[in-house]
């Protein structure tokens, strides 16, 4: 797995904490994250989704690794590995998923365990604090934030950005969205909320648009009765002012502006 890895100047004594940013789709992988804007594609997908969100934490101070999940940038398959624009910015989750579920496997199921062996990497690294390694991702990268920070609690602070809503209106009645979201029989058991509930009690920071098409047809409305499902399970723990939901005005955006104050404790929740 191709990662660029993003390492901040030391300040002081303490040991660097380190975030995972998963990429999101139409942005090459790792090259929009790490905020690879020599490339003018990636400079255009940077300007439009703020898609250099690996580079953002960085700038904070944080080690950084921005892996190319499968099926994208250097790791596209055969279909779409061409340079052209149109190739090198998209991936290949349909080709991956059709292989993959007649097996018996998912593409998210994939891309998970390749984040778990990216946390193994920098367990065994051994150069950053270990005990406080966060995940952020925008999009299809808040797809694989929310499913690797469910599944494996060595993430200690979640970033979910672009991508917290009920399965039903926005995967089910939203056909159009990449196979990658969808594993067989998932929603008749669980929604999306219930795996959120999975991070109790981890600081978590989910990012919402009101005018985020991938909500679904009751916009909002179906972000914030996953977020009721969430907030069940942190009141749990007593800890439901570890969950800070960004809203912003606008569409299908990362939004980089309150992760300094998120980061520092301070946010409170809305
Ligand atoms: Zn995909």
Not at 40 to 45: E, I, M
Not at 146 to 158: P, Q
Not at 186 to 210: C, F, K, N, T, Y
Not at 232 to 250: N, P
Request: proline share 4%; net charge negative; aromatic share 10%.
């Amino acid at each position: 797995m191709p990662v660029y890895v993003l390492i901040p100047p030391k300040q002081g004594e303490e040991r660097l904490k380190c975030f995972l940013a998963p990429p999101g789709h139409q942005g090459a992988g790792k090259y929009s994250v790490a905020g690879v804007r020599e490339i003018p594609a990636v400079a255009d997908k940077i300007e439009l989704f703020h898609y250099d969100y690996g580079l953002m934490m960085a700038k904070l101070g944080y080690a950084v690794l921005c892996p190319d999940c499968r099926g994208f940038g250097e790791r596209r398959e055969a279909a779409l590995q061409g340079e052209e624009e149109s190739e090198f910015l998209n991936s290949t989750c349909f080709h991956l998923s059709h292989m993959a579920e007649p097996l018996g496997m998912t593409v998210i199921g994939m891309c998970t365990w390749d984040l778990m062996r990216l946390i193994d990497y920098v367990k065994e690294r051994g150069e950053w604090d270990e005990e406080s390694i966060g995940c952020v991702g925008f999009s299809g990268g808040g797809m694989q934030t929310l499913w690797l920070s469910a599944l494996d609690d060595r993430i200690k602070t979640v970033i979910i950005s672009g991508y917290l809503y009920g399965y039903s209106d926005s995967l089910l009645k939203l056909n159009g969205n990449c196979s990658c979201n969808y594993v067989p029989h998932l929603w008749e058991h669980v929604d999306m909320g219930d795996i959120g509930a999975l991070l109790a009690p981890r600081r978590l920071m989910v990012q919402s648009a009101r005018g985020d098409h991938l909500n679904g047809y009751r916009g909002m409305e179906n972000v914030s009765e996953q977020l009721e499902v969430i907030k069940k399970a942190y009141g749990l723990f007593e800890k439901e002012e570890e969950i800070y939901h960004d809203i912003w005005d606008g569409g299908h955006c990362f939004h980089g502006e309150n992760l300094e104050k998120f980061l520092s404790g301070d946010a409170e929740i809305k």
